[in-house]
């Protein structure tokens, strides 16, 4: 068989793993259904550096929660725009909201988990809902986030909002978080394996058990980590403490980045803790170049230059199986059509901030968020 024949099957076998992977995971990915017990109460808590552009409506939509009993805690990690005095000015018109200011920050840790840490010790209900100042949550967010953790045996639960474009490259880039949650991570391990492996979870909107939360170290445990997505759930595991995913479409909303600038920079920040490590960058690129844009290189060469039929064929089933799951997520997530269309443009644009972020951690570079610098760090892991 001719080596472009190979290189084709090889490019069908990687597009149709998360195809495949995908729409079993489709099937077990829902929206939380069960019910909190009348008497739940849950502390909804949000880290706010300059965040004055996001934190008005971040906190009316959280103190919106029905069916639960809540407070909202905000902790203003040394703002030094109008964070604070807009928290003061809502917090003096419901007394649910209580304004918080950060300690200083101590060497070694990230500025996101020393605010979450400060928070949890100042919540007074038994469930800590942790959540980004630029989630907005429905109104029974919280009472479904709360009924999923209470309802398991898990003593984390996270779901991932939609994911709000609104300019190209977040809608080429960002939607790449379903593709690599739901095309590469089996959720059916996940939920029968213990194994911190299997750990997932979005930073945006994580709640936790208070005491599997402290059994597990708290974020005192990934004190120096920048991705809590990932390394707070495998803290939890770590400890016997069972963690879960939801799909948190319809009940919460994000637009994390604006603009090119800010895509490439927050994905770079974490990439050393995920994807870009010396040993998991090769396979992950293998996996995502191979499986999501060679076929079109192979049918572009198609166009070109004369290929066996075998090669052509393989590699249109193989862009077909690509594009059809990316379509697939288009639609369940109400993500951009044209990211979609464009889907091998974002998987380059994802290897190249992962391959920059490798070559920064490897240069010793600090990785730099919110007006801080953190040193780069480089370990095993998965998105």
Known sequence: MPTVTLLAALALALALLP?????????????????????????????????????????????????????????????????????????ARDPRLRLETAPPLPPGWSGKQHACQALAGLA????????????????????????????????????????????????????????????????????????????????????????????????????????????????????????????????????????????WSGFSKNATEGMATPVALPVWTLLLFGGHVLPWLLLGCAALVPLPEAAVTLAALAAAAGLLFRLLLAVRFRQSLAGALLHPVGILILLAIQWSALLRARRGRPAEWRGRAYPSTSRTGAP
């Open 19 to 91: 195809l495949g992977l995908g729409l079993l995971n489709l099937c077990l990915y829902r929206r939380p259904k069960a019910e909190p017990p009348p008497d739940a109460a849950v502390s909804i808590l949000i880290p706010a550096r300059n965040e004055e552009a996001t934190i008005a409506a971040a906190v009316r939509a959280a103190l919106s929660s029905c069916g639960v009993s809540v407070e909202v805690v905000v902790l203003d990690d040394h703002s030094t725009d109008r964070t604070a005095e807009i928290v003061r000015a809502l917090a």
């Open 124 to 263: 007074r209900h038994p469930v800590l809902l942790f959540q980004d100042a630029d989630v907005r949550l429905a109104p029974d967010a919280a009472r479904r986030a709360c009924g999923a953790l209470l309802a398991g045996r898990a003593g984390l639960v996270s779901g991932f909002p939609r994911q709000e474009t609104g300019t190209l490259a977040e809608a080429l880039v960002i939607p790449l978080i379903h593709v690599l949650l739901l095309g590469y991570l089996p959720m059916v391990g996940m939920r029968w394996s213990g194994s911190p492996g299997f750990a997932a979870a979005c930073g945006q909107l994580i709640a936790v058990r208070r005491d599997a939360y402290e059994r597990a170290g708290g974020h005192a445990s990934i004190a120096t980590s920048l991705h809590d997505g990932m390394t707070l759930p495998r803290a939890f595991r770590r400890v016997g403490q069972g963690t879960d995913l939801f799909d948190a479409t319809g009940l919460a909303r994000c637009r994390m980045y604006r603009g090119w600038r800010e895509v």
